[in-house]
T-cell receptor, first 112, second 115 residues
Framework: QKEVEQNSGPLSVPEGAIASLNCTYSDRGSQSFFWYRQYSGKSPELIMSIYSNGDKEDGRFTAQLNKASQYVSLLIRDSQPSDSATYLCAVRAGTGGFKTIFGAGTRLFVKA | KAGVTQTPRYLIKTRGQQVTLSCSPISGHRSVSWYQQTPGQGLQFLFEYFSETQRNKGNFPGRFSGRQFSNSRSEMNVSTLELGDSALYLC??????????????FGPGTRLLVL
């Protein structure tokens, strides 16, 4: 079992729709969760971080965390073609010297 | 503030050679982490340095090494290059290191091609 799992996609949504990206993790001791966006040929850039159960909203982005289910998600409302990218889920474990583990990423396509 | 910088941006080497990549963190950041990104394996953690000390290491062979200088700049070295070392090497900096709520900021990466 991979430590951080994401559906590789591609996920295709029409412009203006809600894109839902999901991530599960295996280490129950994990305490910090991050979503990065990576455009093709570029480096990852942070979109959201979340540390406690529930929802966290920032503009069109909402991160949701459920530690009991070991599940974290990212919702993108009013999706735009410029949101087309690979979204990486990253989990920082509470054990093992605080190492950040990245999922393989979900490719998102927003169709105009 | 200037972001994380990495040099060189692109590099072509042949098998058996060695390579050194450089990373300058954001001013004031004392921690530098290195990652390898390949299409097949995704982003994999190589190592993390803080105040010139390696604090954490990923599951990579000993051919991969690094160091950090007193000004927080970091270098990573790969010896005896193999074809499978072709990848995007990313450096990320943060203030203290991989603290639970600390954000890492990535540099543009060095794309290494091994022929």
């Amino acid at each position: 079992q991979k430590e951080v799992e994401q559906n590789s996609g591609p996920l295709s949504v029409p412009e203006g729709a809600i894109a839902s990206l999901n991530c599960t993790y295996s280490d129950r001791g994990s305490q910090s969760f991050f979503w990065y966006r990576q455009y093709s040929g570029k480096s990852p850039e942070l979109i959201m971080s979340i540390y406690s159960n529930g929802d966290k909203e920032d503009g069109r982005f909402t991160a949701q965390l459920n530690k009991a289910s070991q599940y974290v998600s990212l919702l993108i409302r009013d999706s735009q073609p410029s949101d087309s990218a690979t979204y990486l889920c990253a989990v920082r474990a509470g054990t093992g010297g605080f190492k950040t583990i990245f999922g393989a990423g979900t490719r998102l396509f927003v169709k105009a | 503030k200037a972001g994380v910088t990495q040099t060189p941006r692109y590099l072509i080497k042949t098998r058996g050679q060695q390579v050194t990549l450089s990373c300058s963190p954001i001013s004031g950041h004392r921690s530098v982490s290195w990652y390898q990104q390949t299409p097949g394996q995704g982003l994999q953690f190589l190592f993390e340095y803080f105040s010139e000390t390696q604090r954490n290491k990923g599951n990579f062979p000993g051919r991969f090494s690094g160091r950090q200088f007193s000004n927080s700049r970091s270098e990573m070295n790969v010896s005896t290059l193999e074809l499978g070392d072709s990848a995007l090497y990313l450096c990320a900096s943060s203030f203290y290191g991989q603290g639970l709520q600390e954000t890492q900021y990535f540099g543009p990466g060095t794309r290494l091609l091994v022929l």
